[in-house]
């Protein structure tokens, strides 16, 4: 391999190369095998194990990561060549146009000033390009968590002023939605009234400038931490951790949470 021999191996050269040998005549007989389809999986895994990266606060680890997502783009990319519908040109070309297309304020002459006229441009952009009569939530991408949907759904429409006033309407709300879920009387009715408090909460979230799904995602790691280090603490003492009373289990809680955060 010509990158390889040259000792040349940071560079995204290098990894087209290696990626072309993988898949072509004589490669790998698994990686032969994947198509755009199969390889969205791995392509999500990847994008998780990169936020996990972040949050460690490894800057090795993240430059791991960010190459194995690099691979996904790389293996598309191949697959796209081989079938011939098209190569690295076209990725790169089309993103460099659409950045400098939807940022005026630094490639051309539009202002923005603050952040928020940054985001109000980009959608106003963004719905040009698709066509003035398409839909502000036309775009967004029907996979996303469940959170981040919500979340992004929200900004949009905000963005159009389907807004609360202050974050004052939203609280009083949540409080309604809580009510309502307190009133229904049959199972569909309670999985509806919980899906508008969590939308709600979402909503919370947004005029407090934060992301519910990597709020909760941190909120998750918190109790699978605290949970594995309450276990920890039962079999050190000898203890059966589930005949432990809820009161005995609140106070190791207590405890793992000094020890864990």
Same mark, same amino acid.
């Given at each position: 391999?010509?990158?390889?021999?040259?000792?040349?191996?940071?560079?995204?050269? /290098?990894?087209? #190369?290696?990626?072309? *040998?993988?898949?072509?005549?004589?490669?790998?007989?698994?990686?032969?095998?994947?198509?755009?389809?199969?390889?969205?999986?791995?392509?999500?895994? #990847?994008?998780?194990?990169?936020?996990?990266?972040?949050?460690?606060?490894? $800057?090795?680890?993240?430059?791991?990561?960010?190459?194995?997502?690099?691979? +996904?783009?790389?293996?598309?990319?191949?697959?796209?060549?081989?079938?011939?519908?098209?190569? $690295?040109?076209?990725? &790169?070309?089309?993103?460099?146009?659409?950045?400098? !297309?939807?940022?005026?304020?630094?490639?051309?002459? /539009?202002?923005? !000033?603050?952040? @928020?006229?940054?985001?109000?441009?980009?959608?106003?952009?963004? *719905?040009?390009?698709?066509?003035?009569?398409?839909?502000?939530?036309?775009?967004? $991408?029907?996979?996303? $968590?469940?959170?981040?949907?919500? +979340?992004?759904? @929200?900004?949009?429409?905000?963005?159009?002023?389907?807004?609360?006033?202050?974050?004052?309407?939203?609280? #009083?709300?949540?409080?309604?939605?809580? @009510?309502?879920?307190?009133? /229904?009387?049959?199972?569909?009715?309670?999985?509806?009234?919980?899906?508008?408090?969590?939308?709600?909460?979402?909503?919370?979230? !947004?005029?407090?400038?934060?992301?519910?799904?990597?709020?909760?995602?941190?909120?998750?790691?918190? &109790?699978?931490?605290?949970?594995?280090?309450?276990?920890?603490?039962?079999?050190?003492?000898?203890?059966? &951790?589930?005949?432990?009373?809820?009161?005995?289990?609140?106070?190791?809680?207590?405890?793992?949470?000094? *020890?864990?955060?």
């Amino acid at each position: 391999m010509d990158s390889k021999e040259s000792g040349n191996m940071g560079t995204y050269q /290098a990894l087209e #190369e290696i990626v072309a *040998r993988l898949l072509g005549p004589g490669g790998c007989p698994w990686d032969r095998e994947q198509t755009h389809q199969s390889l969205k999986r791995n392509l999500l895994e #990847e994008c998780y194990e990169v936020m996990e990266a972040i949050d460690s606060g490894n $800057p090795g680890k993240l430059a791991e990561e960010l190459g194995d997502i690099l691979v +996904q783009v790389a293996f598309h990319i191949q697959l796209a060549r081989e079938e011939g519908s098209f190569g $690295p040109q076209e990725v &790169f070309t089309s993103i460099n146009e659409k950045l400098i !297309r939807r940022h005026p304020h630094v490639f051309g002459d /539009a202002e923005a !000033r603050t952040a @928020q006229e940054v985001k109000a441009n980009w959608e106003a952009i963004k *719905r040009q390009e698709r066509g003035e009569d398409s839909s502000r939530l036309g775009a967004i $991408p029907k996979a996303l $968590p469940a959170l981040a949907h919500a +979340q992004l759904i @929200q900004d949009r429409a905000s963005l159009a002023g389907f807004d609360w006033d202050s974050v004052e309407g939203v609280r #009083e709300k949540l409080r309604e939605e809580l @009510q309502e879920l307190e009133d /229904a009387q049959t199972q569909e009715e309670r999985e509806w009234e919980l899906g508008d408090v969590l939308f709600t909460l979402v909503n919370q979230g !947004r005029w407090m400038d934060i992301q519910a799904e990597e709020s909760l995602r941190r909120a998750n790691q918190r &109790f699978y931490h605290r949970f594995i280090c309450m276990e920890g603490l039962s079999q050190e003492r000898g203890v059966d &951790f589930p005949s432990l009373s809820m009161d005995e289990k609140e106070a190791l809680w207590r405890e793992a949470k000094k *020890r864990v955060g």
